[in-house]
């Protein structure tokens, strides 16, 4: 399967990677530190929102 076939997500994640790949290695480091730390963020936000939407939580 080739990389135009696969479902690539719509937020933009592989051109952020493939940018952070073309970076020097110090760099490269950082930008995916900060990568993890958005994402990490992203989904502490979604796991909030889900426990506040699910019945009987209040």
């Given at each position: 399967?080739?990389?135009?076939?696969?479902?690539?997500?719509?937020?933009?994640?592989?051109?952020?990677?493939?940018?952070?790949?073309?970076?020097?290695?110090p760099a490269r480091a950082d930008a995916y530190a900060s990568l993890h730390d958005e994402l990490s963020r992203?989904?502490?936000?979604?796991?909030?929102?889900?426990?506040?939407?699910?019945?009987?939580?209040?």
């Amino acid at each position: 399967m080739s990389e135009e076939t696969t479902s690539a997500p719509t937020d933009g994640l592989w051109s952020r990677l493939r940018l952070i790949e073309g970076q020097p290695l110090p760099a490269r480091a950082d930008a995916y530190a900060s990568l993890h730390d958005e994402l990490s963020r992203r989904l502490e936000n979604g796991a909030k929102l889900d426990q506040r939407e699910t019945p009987g939580s209040r």
